[in-house]
């Protein structure tokens, strides 16, 4: 082979050439095409998480590193430790909930005939494609303290008005309540699309083995959705755990802050109350509770793939 | 356009010789302010109220040759918090914004010192109210903002004239008509209030205060506690709940002026209780008169009998929940000379009077001689019906939470805690000493630095 010496034009067409196959290589493609998008995150996802992380480990006036000084203090607080508790509880209540009446939503939507079915899907799905902050203005009428159409609907029946939004009990319930309203149609849609990809053939078999409704559900419905209900559990789980519009309109955390969760606090903290390392603190606190969420779940999930 | 540089030394030259004529503002007369500025205001409630103030703002640009911006940011969402956080992170942003009360203190090396414009102010209009200047002098004895015109506003009573004289009470008699309150407004206090309170709630017309976590609780609430004298953290820092005797007799009156009024007093925010009176269920709350306005429009029966008068006086005197907006300069400006220039203007005497009207009465002047105006006694019906809503002698102005240091009350305010100290009480079905001992607990937390 005869020696290509450098700066020759067969060097350069040898270097023209690798860098053609670099650019068509399928993964510097993919790279390149997700380059906006991971710019796009990087940008206003992880620069401001680390700068969250930053502003978590400074001095109230923001002059002094303090380490974990803020995690120690709210650590000793009372509060604290409600807002933990109620955003365990409205996360887990409201995702449980939005995963059974999804679920059983997306079965009678399934069994809809094809004809009526658009409607159907179109129309369950409103709750979830309204701007929440609209769709919670309405609830916040509905619920007003003093002029509640639910309240004005019971007198009219002789049964007892509901302070909703002014009992702490009732309250929560209210800020579940919509945030069901709100995520059950991305359940729904969710669900409905495995439901639709189970294969037929397998409810027949079924059927000539003799099992009933129940029995479908449980040994055919049920493992074919699996990997679906455990990623629409996680990504639900992290939005409700950082849902912040729900609670800021209908009751802003109160009364007595019993409705508090991490994102409403982290903002009475650290915007209306001047201290944002602080709240950025209390918002910080949601990632390892959620890591530790993601971990069991995505394994579980990959599990599952392998022994696929 | 030319643009010349306006500096520091010769704003300063010029207004001296100025003030040497004692003639209005000085800064005005001999301004050089040019170059550009760029203003954040709040957002007014009442229709009109801003083009006032745009006028204002834009003969005073077209007088000084300055390339004048200015913004509206509304209150609502906290959005004007939001972008003074944001300015405040930045750097960078607006040379002139109004801020929320508390806002200027939290920020002040952030800020340009105000000491020459309060100063001024002082000296055409006499002492600032003590709250304003708790809320602008910093501990190193400069201000850093004065309190703006437009959105300062005390919430005293708005109430039913006759459902109060049904039960008794002939508020007209106290507080007449565009006529300084007589010798029976010695008995409107807060035992007065609570037999109303009672006989209204009997005859289906219960008073409405508000105990939720905004504005209009926590300043009505914090003049109660002024009132009594409970002062829950003084001056110094120092929690001072615990063994309090006051403390135990505002809870103690709360738990009996809770049991006539609405329910849900504990969930309403700061439109709850003005739907609650223009609804014509309501006979009183405490507000500016901006829900008297708003009856006005909406239900015209229910306005003609609403009156604002003073509020009623506890062991310690007669306080009025004050809360102001209070405008201030970056020291990132670019152009603070100007600012300050336009800021003197707004606070001219002429200019306060055009803006008060422009709000049909909603702002107060933080200068007691500017509490004087025609149009607190033109607005009808019925007849001088915020004539009283102005604070005059017999009323201190109080800023809830003080005389707490700032950094404090700041905390104690946002997150409502005398609101949250009373429904531990009441709804909250703790007694009065476990209420004090979360209470004491709670104001641990907000000490940290």
Request: net charge positive; aromatic share 12%.
């Amino acid at each position: 082979m005869a020696a290509v010496l450098p700066g020759s034009p067969a060097t350069t067409a040898a270097r023209g050439g690798g860098l053609r196959r670099f650019v068509r290589r399928k993964s510097t493609l993919a790279f390149l095409m997700t380059l906006p998008l991971i710019l796009l995150i990087g940008g206003l996802v992880i620069y401001p998480a680390f700068y969250s992380i930053h502003l978590a480990t400074l001095n109230k006036s923001m002059e002094r590193f303090v380490g974990f000084g803020n995690f120690q203090f709210l650590f000793n607080r009372d509060l604290f430790w409600m807002v933990v508790k109620q955003s365990v509880i409205f996360a887990v209540t409201a995702v449980v909930f939005k995963a059974l009446i999804g679920f059983c939503v997306a079965h009678f939507v399934h069994n809809v005939p094809a004809k009526g079915q658009r409607k159907w899907r179109g129309m369950l799905l409103i709750p979830w494609v309204i701007p929440p902050a609209m769709s919670t203005l309405a609830w916040f009428w509905l619920f007003d303290p003093s002029y509640s159409a639910f309240n004005w609907l019971f007198a009219r029946m002789g049964l007892p008005t509901i302070t909703w939004l002014g009992d702490p009990y009732w309250a929560r319930f209210s800020v579940i309540l919509v945030n069901v309203w709100y995520g059950a149609p991305f359940f729904l849609i969710m669900y409905l699309a495995a439901l639709k990809s189970v294969p037929e053939q397998l409810y027949e078999a079924a059927a000539i083995d003799g099992a009933n409704w129940w029995q479908k559900i449980w040994y055919v419905t049920l493992p074919m959705m699996r990997n679906i209900i455990s990623i629409t559990v996680l990504f639900s789980l992290i939005v409700t755990f950082a849902n912040f519009d729900i609670v800021r309109i209908l009751t802003s955390g109160g009364p007595i802050d019993q409705t508090h969760i991490f994102a409403t606090w982290a903002f009475k903290l650290g915007i209306e109350g001047n201290d944002i390392p602080l709240g950025a603190s209390v918002s910080l606190f949601m990632f390892p509770i959620l890591a530790i969420a993601a971990f069991f779940i995505l394994r579980d999930i990959n599990r599952r793939g392998n022994e696929a | 356009m030319s643009r010349r540089t306006f500096t520091r030394r010769r704003f300063i030259a010029t207004t001296a010789a100025a003030s040497a004529a004692a003639v209005g503002f000085p800064y005005i007369r001999t301004s050089y302010a040019a170059g550009s500025l760029s203003v954040g205001f709040w957002d007014h409630w009442v229709p009109g109220a801003n083009d006032v103030l745009t006028k204002i703002c834009n003969d005073w640009a077209k007088k000084e040759k300055v390339d004048l911006k200015i913004d509206y940011i509304t209150s609502q969402g906290n959005k004007i918090v939001l972008t003074a956080q944001a300015e405040a992170q930045a750097k960078s942003g607006h040379d002139f914004m109004t801020f929320q009360a508390w806002d200027p203190l939290d920020k002040h090396a952030l800020l340009e010192p105000m000491d020459d414009i309060v100063g001024h102010l002082t000296k055409v209009n006499g002492a600032m109210d003590p709250a304003a200047q708790y809320l602008t002098k910093g501990k190193d004895g400069h201000f850093v903002g004065v309190p703006a015109v437009t959105g300062t506003q005390v919430k005293p009573p708005c109430a039913r004239l006759d459902l109060f004289k049904k039960v008794g009470v002939d508020i007209l008699e106290m507080y007449p008509t565009l006529k300084a309150p007589t010798k029976a407004a010695e008995h409107w206090n807060w035992d007065t209030l609570l037999t109303a309170a009672q006989k209204l709630k009997a005859e289906g017309h219960p008073i409405g205060l508000g105990l939720g976590q905004t504005t209009d609780s926590v300043d009505w609430v914090g003049a109660l506690f002024a009132s009594f004298g409970a002062e829950v953290v003084n001056a110094k820092g120092d929690i001072t709940i615990k063994n309090n005797d006051a403390v135990k007799q505002v809870l103690e009156y709360m738990q009996k002026l809770t049991k006539v009024m609405p329910e849900d007093v504990f969930a309403w925010d700061d439109a709850s209780n003005n739907k609650y009176i223009i609804s014509g269920q309501g006979s009183m709350i405490m507000n500016p008169p901006s829900a008297y306005a708003v009856a006005k429009r909406d239900n015209p029966k229910v306005a003609e009998h609403l009156y604002t008068f003073e509020m009623p006086k506890g062991p310690k005197g007669r306080f009025a929940p004050y809360l102001p907006f209070i405008w201030g300069v970056w020291k990132f400006s670019k152009n603070k000379a100007a600012a300050k220039s336009l800021l003197s203007t707004i606070w001219e005497k002429s200019n306060v009077e055009k803006l008060v009207n422009g709000s049909i009465g909603y702002d107060i002047p933080s200068f007691a001689s500017q509490r004087h105006f025609k149009v607190w006694e033109q607005i009808e019906p019925p007849k001088g019906a915020v004539f009283h809503y102005p604070p005059k002698a017999d009323q201190k102005i109080w800023m809830a939470c003080s005389p707490a240091p700032v950094a404090i009350a700041n905390q104690m305010y946002v997150q409502g805690f005398m609101t949250k100290l009373i429904a531990q009480c009441t709804q909250g079905g703790m007694s009065i000493a476990q209420a004090i001992d979360w209470g004491a607990k709670e104001l641990e937390g907000y000490q940290r630095s």
